[in-house]
């Protein structure tokens, strides 16, 4: 059989032309609702699943903050003892130069300007006290 009879033997059953084509608008229309259900469903889940992964972003996010604000936060301390620190070491250097300009200094010889003048004198080694010219 051909189209245009399979149409009017439809047609016949439901009707009348008109009936037919209520009948395909009606299928169309539950088609396009079913799909609709279904794109909606599929939309509910990658809804969901976009939302669990934006939450769990942007806690994670929050903790590697909390964490690195923790960690600052804990070095500031130890930034601020470091002048303490460095006042002690200064006391401590203070207190080396006062015991080295305390103590007494031992003033060598002054050599005699005349022994310097002479010739064999600058050739012979300095004699300590006591001591003989070995000849």
């Not at 301390?77 to 303490?84: K, L």
């Not at 015991?99 to 064999?120: G, K, L, Q, W, Y």
């Not at 300590?128 to 010219?133: L, M, V």
Request: proline share 7%; net charge negative; glycine share 8%.
């Amino acid at each position: 059989m051909w189209d245009f009879a399979e149409l009017s033997e439809e047609a016949g059953k439901l009707g009348g032309p008109a009936a037919l084509r209520a009948a395909y608008i009606e299928k169309g229309f539950q088609k396009a609702v079913q799909l609709a259900a279904q794109s909606i469903r599929q939309g509910r889940i990658q809804g969901f699943v976009g939302g669990v992964f934006a939450f769990g972003v942007s806690a994670a996010g929050w903790k590697a903050f909390k964490a690195y604000r923790d960690r600052t936060e804990a070095a500031a301390p130890a930034a601020d003892t470091a002048p303490a620190e460095e006042e002690v070491v200064l006391a401590e250097a203070e207190a080396v130069i006062a015991t080295a300009e305390a103590a007494t200094v031992i003033d060598e010889p002054e050599p005699d300007p005349a022994a310097e003048s002479s010739p064999s004198a600058a050739a012979q080694p300095a004699l300590a006290a006591g001591e003989q010219p070995s000849a």
